[in-house]
Nanobody, 121 residues
Framework: QVQLVESGGGLVQAGGSLRLSCAAS????????MGWYRQRPGTQRELVAS?????????LYADSVKGRFAISRDNAKNTVYLHMNSLKPEDTAVYYC?????????????WGQGTQVTVSS
C-alpha cells in the first residue's frame, strides 16, 4: 500500500501562482511514477503532469499547461510538487496526486484525496 497526502490548494486570482505538494509513504517501489491529474466540473479526470523516477524519462505535460506548470520531485522525501504559474480560470479543478509502480507516465495505482484549486477572474 502507498499513502498520498496532498496540500497546497486554495483560491487565487487569475495570473497568480500556487504550489501543490504530495508526499508518498508506504511501499515505495523503484522505478515509479508520480503525477498530477485534475477534474473540472462536468468533465473526466485528466492528466496534468507526470514524472517517472528511476528512468531517464522527462516530465510529461498536458498541452494546456505547458509553459505554465512545472512538476518536480524530491526523491529523498518521496514528494512531488506541481508549480502552477499564470493561472487561468479554466485551471479551476480538484487536483489529484497519483502514484504508479513502474516507469509508465500513465500508470496510476494509488490516488490522493484531492485538493481544490479555484482561480478567480
Amino acid at each position: 500500500q502507498v499513502q498520498l497526502v496532498e496540500s497546497g490548494g486554495g483560491l487565487v486570482q487569475a495570473g497568480g501562482s500556487l504550489r501543490l505538494s504530495c508526499a508518498a509513504s508506504g511501499r515505495i517501489s523503484s522505478p515509479n511514477v508520480m503525477g498530477w491529474y485534475r477534474q473540472r466540473p462536468g468533465t473526466q479526470r485528466e492528466l496534468v503532469a507526470s514524472l517517472p523516477r528511476g528512468t531517464a524519462a522527462l516530465a510529461l505535460y498536458a498541452d494546456s499547461v505547458k509553459g505554465r506548470f512545472a512538476i518536480s520531485r524530491d526523491n529523498a522525501k518521496n514528494t512531488v510538487y506541481l508549480h502552477m504559474n499564470s493561472l487561468k480560470p479554466e485551471d479551476t479543478a480538484v487536483y489529484y496526486c497519483a502514484y504508479g509502480n513502474g516507469g509508465s507516465y500513465y500508470r496510476t495505482d494509488y490516488w490522493g484525496q484531492g485538493t481544490q484549486v479555484t482561480v478567480s477572474s
